[in-house]
């Protein structure tokens, strides 16, 4: 080992502490328990304390074993808890490890937090190393580091949507697929870019942000690693920011101890306040993303209902367009890829194109339930008109993300909105 390099957690120990804990659970009943089950247990086996609300640690370092024949470079055993052994925050620490305890569990692989969703596909980039990246839309933060890696080590960006993009990349490309899309809320088709994937050695990675579990499960299509950006649908409150990286299980033994080495270096990890705010609030994931996803699929239906009508009503006289999954066409085909894809809803995020710059730009002004701000995910309702932070979005697009709260009166919000815009002469 060079001198200026610092020694490794043994790669065991990494691996063991994501899985083979979590696993336990299962292995006292005999089964896999429900995600809302495990939600709320995947990390009792951290547990070393009689308190139920995990406690919010915020030490930065940790005090090694006295007995110095017990002394490992990097691997500081507790033995009264040997799930909850730290050296320093940088590498691992109390919230952040049972936070990454309940994702592998809900996600069904090894899973690493990040400072937010960016840092996490940073590293995910850093990590893979591609000379070239095949990335359609999306999130156009995604894109900044793809800029950012082209700027230092030329680094090739191909378009998702293109066969003669497709047809450049070769063996060690990342194909990147985020799904549904940011911020449209459409499905792309997992099963065709494994199937590119495998015949050209690529790697397929997948932002599945908009679609976190029980919506979508990537890895059923052999997906390589699949990212979050945590503070949306992990967090659900609108105050914290995290990013969550999974490895597909038949990678981690070799991958996980590399990216964990490499967050060390990069210095992308969460701080320990977010650690505890995820572990609060994935606790109730399951019940917030299906009443989202119900509420937003209702609220879809509506619109979509009303346009259709014609234009004797004020969504149809003010709507341009709608787009969500649950309107491909694909969902309407018994057995298709999407149904099977996303079988237990669309999910809570979907845009609508209003008839002019100047309705999209007021629209959310006139709402009392929905707030006007970036992001999504949280507990409350939010419309964006995306202009605001992507400049090359159409700026008749608002960005809708559904709550907690009663569909209806949601429903009723973007009507009454619509008519005091007409009311105003807009």
Not at 316 to 324: C, E, G, L, P, Y
Not at 407 to 420: H, I, P, S, T, Y
Request: hydrophobic share 40%; aromatic share 8%.
């Amino acid at each position: 080992m060079a001198s200026n390099e610092l020694p490794v957690r043994p790669a065991e120990s990494a691996v063991k502490t994501v899985v083979e804990g979590p696993n336990s659970l299962a292995a006292a009943f005999g089964r896999e328990l429900s995600m809302a089950s495990r939600s709320v247990h995947a990390d009792d086996y951290i547990n070393n304390h009689q308190a139920v609300a995990p406690p919010m640690h915020v030490s930065t370092t940790f005090r090694y074993n006295r007995d110095p024949e017990q002394l490992r470079p990097w691997d500081n055993l507790n033995p009264n808890a040997p799930y909850d052994s730290h050296v320093y925050s940088r590498d691992s620490a109390p919230n952040t490890t049972r936070f990454e305890a309940i994702l592998t569990s809900l996600l069904g692989a090894p899973s690493l937090t990040y400072a937010s969703g960016l840092a996490a596909f940073h590293a995910m980039i850093v990590f893979l190393n591609p000379k070239r990246v095949a990335i359609g839309g999306g999130y156009h933060g995604c894109h900044g580091i793809l800029h950012i890696m082209k700027k230092l080590n030329g680094l090739e960006q191909l378009e998702l949507e293109d066969d003669a993009d497709l047809a450049k990349l070769e063996k060690g490309d990342v194909i990147h697929v985020e799904t549904p899309l940011n911020p449209t809320g459409e499905a792309r088709d997992l099963a065709y870019y494994r199937k590119i994937a495998d015949e050209k050695g690529c790697y397929l990675t997948v932002d599945a942000t908009f679609a976190p579990p029980p919506l979508m499960e990537p890895f059923k299509y052999n997906v390589d690693i699949v990212m979050h950006s945590a503070t949306k649908y992990f967090g659900g409150h609108s105050d914290m920011l995290a990013g969550v990286l999974a490895v597909r299980p038949d990678r981690a033994e070799k991958w996980l101890p590399e990216l964990r080495e490499e967050r060390l270096h990069l210095g992308g990890v969460m701080g320990s306040l977010e650690g505890w705010l995820g572990v609060r609030s994935v606790r109730t994931l399951e019940l917030r993303v299906k009443r989202q996803s119900e509420s937003a699929q209702s609220l879809v239906d509506f619109l979509a209902e009303k346009k259709a009508a014609g234009d004797n009503n004020i969504v149809a006289q003010s709507v341009f367009k709608i787009q969500h999954a649950s309107l491909q066409p694909e969902a309407k085909e018994e057995g298709s890829w999407l149904r099977e894809q996303m079988p237990n809803g669309y999910g809570p995020v979907f845009s609508l194109w209003l008839e002019s710059e100047e309705k999209a730009k007021r629209l959310p002004s006139k709402l009392q339930l929905f707030h006007h701000a970036t992001s999504l995910g949280g507990v409350e309702s939010l419309i964006e008109w995306r202009a605001m932070t992507d400049p090359k979005v159409d700026r008749r697009l608002l960005r809708v993300s559904i709550g907690v709260e009663g569909w209806e009166d949601l429903r009723d919000d973007l009507v009454q909105g619509l008519e005091r815009l007409k009311e105003e002469g807009f």
